[in-house]
């Protein structure tokens, strides 16, 4: 599984990449929606793990690009937010289940991200 | 028509107090994710120590000093928040001119940066003093940001400066290199500045408005 982690927090992704990595999940992480970009142009994902909330691009926006360069790539939103009216747009997006709010426990991001696996990044 | 604060309060207070809480509580909940991955770090270093992996005291050491930062950077949020909460304990009181900037910047920062508008703020060499009331200047700082940030391009500079002017008036002077598209007519806006007994001035070139207090 090859996940890529955008969130304008860098120590936030760099660490969960890190956690990751220690169970086995090949995971990248970028702190820009641009270098996420950058990065999905230069290599193959299965998963990306957006923020919501980032500075020049919202999550929902850099899903819709990163779309473009890659149909097949799956979902989920994490967010510090956690507003309803976030979480109800992220359910329009990407489905109920591919949401999280931060502070993320691993083991449940690693059942999202299994469950994304599974279910096509669709609910 | 003029309007006393408690309708003021009454009609905009809610949606500015609302808007600081949901952006301060993003910020808190980011602190709270970082320590909590690192603190689950920490704990996967443990395990891989009693597995026979040899402690790495420099990692360890690099894993607290983050948790530290974050500490730090969640306490500040928090001291914000709670002077904030406070801001309306007094109907009036005499305010210094740059604490109400720096906080209203402090409050908004998340909001700011998520336009990718970077706000500078030049203190003037001795403090300046207005007289009201503090949560209502917050909020008209506040207002008059957000209204001139509105169309501002990704990467703009705005400064914020206080100052006295020629007349020796208190004066905010907002600036930047590009035209704002706002010409401030936020009615909010401007029945706070009444409160103040303020004006605003936009300049020539529509780059720079100044708040001046106490015609």
Redesign the interface.
């Known amino acids: 599984m090859h996940i890529l982690l955008v969130d304008?927090?860098k120590?936030?992704v760099s660490?969960?990449a890190?956690?990751l990595g220690?169970r086995g999940i090949d995971a990248h992480w970028a702190a820009t929606p641009n270098d996420a970009i950058s990065m999905l142009s230069d290599q193959n994902y299965d998963i990306a793990v957006l923020d919501v909330?980032?500075?020049?691009m919202?999550g929902f926006e850099l899903k819709e690009q990163m779309e473009v360069i890659c149909p097949e790539l799956k979902f989920i939103f994490m967010?510090?937010?956690?507003?309803e009216e976030c979480y109800y747009e992220g359910c329009s997006h990407t489905g109920e289940a591919f949401y999280l709010?931060?502070?993320?426990?691993?083991d449940r991001l690693i059942e999202k991200l299994n469950k994304v696996m599974l279910d096509g990044g669709k609910r | 028509m003029k309007h006393t604060a408690q309708e003021i309060i009454d009609q905009y207070g809610p949606a500015y107090f609302g808007r600081m809480g949901a952006s301060i509580s993003h910020d808190i909940k980011n602190c709270l994710a970082i320590m909590n991955e690192n603190a689950g770090l920490m704990s996967d270093h443990l395990m891989m120590a009693q597995k026979g992996v040899p402690p790495d005291i420099d990692r360890f050491s690099g894993i607290v000093q983050r948790i530290e930062k974050q500490i730090t950077r969640a306490d500040d949020i928090v001291k914000s928040f709670n002077k904030f909460s406070h801001s309306m304990d007094k109907p009036e009181q005499q305010i210094d001119l740059d604490e109400a900037v720096g906080l209203a910047l402090n409050l908004g920062a998340r909001i700011i940066a998520n336009k990718s508008i970077t706000v500078t703020h030049t203190r003037a060499a001795d403090k300046l003093y207005v007289n009201g009331s503090f949560f209502f200047l917050l909020f008209l700082i506040w207002s008059i940001l957000e209204k001139i940030t509105e169309n501002l391009a990704s990467g703009t500079v705005l400064n914020i400066s206080s100052m006295e002017d020629e007349n020796k008036q208190v004066c905010l002077s907002f600036q930047c290199e590009q035209p704002f598209a706002s010409d401030f007519g936020l009615q909010s806006s401007g029945q706070t500045l009444d409160l103040f007994q303020a004006k605003m001035v936009l300049g020539d070139q529509h780059n720079r408005a100044d708040l001046i207090f106490g015609n």
């Not at chain 1, 909330?53 to 020049?56: A, K």
């Not at chain 1, 967010?79 to 507003?83: I, K, P, Q, Y």
């Not at chain 1, 709010?101 to 691993?106: N, S």
């Open positions: 304008d927090e120590e936030l660490t969960l890190e956690r220690y909330q980032m500075p020049d919202n967010t510090g937010h956690g507003s709010v931060k502070p993320v426990e691993i």
